[in-house]
């Protein structure tokens, strides 16, 4: 809603609305108006998406931001959205994609062999070539999942 020349926007905590990972569909059936997610969630709707959020080995959250607000990142990132009928906007920044947190330490990648972690995205699609067994969950279960030994690592 617009009032005074400035957008007023309702927050609503996590999973209070839709479910997790469920804001792209959520929005493009006008079930919420928009979401505040990372985009590399949304790699299963466009593969181009992850581009947008951490990307490991990429840009720091000034190159980020640079690439974004004056590289024309954001045109690009609208560009994908576009057949969705949405826009995209940026909402702070993930800064690089870390490598990970894990369990137990690691000596050699074939101790990754079987490792099952939390990490989405590019990073994901690396860490499955090296045998890692990906699982995909959102923020607020990562801590829960290592607890119950869901999950042995992650990003």
């Known amino acids: 809603?617009?009032?005074?020349?400035?957008?007023?926007?309702?927050?609503?905590?996590?999973?209070?609305?839709?479910?997790?990972l469920e804001g792209f569909d959520a929005v493009r059936a006008g079930t919420v108006e928009m979401n505040h997610a990372n985009s590399y969630f949304w790699t299963g709707k466009t593969f181009a998406a992850q581009y947008f959020t951490a990307v490991p080995f990429g840009l720091n959250f000034q190159g980020i931001n640079g690439w974004l607000y004056d590289g024309g990142g954001q045109q690009l990132w609208n560009e994908v959205y576009a057949p969705f009928g949405m826009v995209a906007m940026p909402c702070g920044n993930t800064g690089v994609q870390m490598t990970g947190w894990f369990k137990k330490e690691i000596k050699s990648s074939a101790d990754l062999k079987g490792l099952k972690m939390r990490i989405p995205g590019l990073a994901g699609r690396v860490y499955a070539a090296l045998g890692v067994d990906v699982k995909l969950l959102p923020g607020g279960e990562i801590f829960p999942a290592l607890e119950r030994g869901v999950i042995d690592a992650a990003e």
């Open 1 to 20: 809603r617009v009032h005074g020349g400035r957008l007023k926007i309702q927050v609503f905590g996590a999973g209070e609305l839709i479910p997790a």
